[in-house]
T-cell receptor, first 112, second 113 residues
Framework: KAGVTQTPRYLIKTRGQQVTLSCSPI?????VSWYQQTPGQGLQFLFE???????NKGNFPGRFSGRQFSNSRSEMNVSTLELGDSALYLC???????????FGSGTQLSVL | GENVEQHPSTLSVQEGDSAVIKCTYS??????FPWYKQELGKRPQLIID?????GEKKDQRIAVTLNKTAKHFSLHITETQPEDSAVYFC????????????FGKGMKLTVNP
């Protein structure tokens, strides 16, 4: 069974640009969550999608958005990038919301 | 909303010793408590989880205990090995609703050979 796949692995952008990250969950998993990981801050919840519906959203500005497609693949978008958006963005999939998450390898975003 | 505190932030032990990582949570309605391990440069992986209707759960060298009254839960690792060196994250959520899974900030465990 293929694991959670995130693309791209690395991204370098400049301030003001926008970026789209992609996540393909494990086959059969309908829940996809996104987290931002920075040194010392742990895993900050961005949002969760379940069957194409956003179930929950973390405390991030509206520049962070996401969506889920009918095949459960998910994308997150960050517009008007800021230096502070530099982080590892992880997505995780599961069959039941919040339980037994399987994480992808992440996308390392650097904003210059 | 839920807030999860994790301490200590770093812990260094000798191989063969035991290690204990403690977390506290704020929402008494939380009922699901997983632990994830993240080795350097790798993705987080679930190592054990516990529900609020259980006080303790064991899996080989690891165990988790839950004290609902005090709102804290702990991860215990016995007979530590160098491969246990990693960052450990605790988390809490209220299952059955639309609550999010909230993680602690992580604890870096170093097992010295």
């Amino acid at each position: 069974k293929a694991g959670v796949t995130q693309t791209p692995r690395y991204l370098i952008k400049t301030r003001g640009q926008q970026v789209t990250l992609s996540c393909s969950p494990i086959s059969g998993h309908r829940s996809v969550s996104w987290y931002q990981q920075t040194p010392g801050q742990g895993l900050q919840f961005l949002f969760e999608y379940f069957s194409e519906t956003q179930r929950n959203k973390g405390n991030f500005p509206g520049r962070f958005s996401g969506r889920q497609f009918s095949n459960s693949r998910s994308e997150m978008n960050v517009s008007t990038l800021e230096l502070g958006d530099s982080a590892l963005y992880l997505c995780a999939s599961s069959t039941v919301s919040n339980e037994k998450l399987f994480f992808g390898s992440g996308t390392q975003l650097s904003v210059l | 909303g839920e807030n999860v505190e994790q301490h200590p932030s770093t812990l260094s032990v000798q191989e063969g010793d035991s290690a204990v990582i403690k977390c506290t949570y704020s929402d008494s309605a939380s009922n699901y408590f997983p632990w994830y391990k993240q080795e350097l440069g790798k993705r987080p992986q679930l190592i054990i989880d516990i529900r609020s209707n259980v006080g303790e759960k064991k899996d080989q060298r690891i165990a988790v205990t839950l004290n609902k009254t005090a709102k804290h839960f702990s991860l215990h690792i016995t007979e530590t090995q160098p491969e246990d060196s990693a960052v450990y994250f605790c988390a809490a959520s209220k299952q059955g609703g639309s609550e999010k899974l909230v993680f602690g900030k992580g604890m870096k465990l170093t097992v010295n050979p």
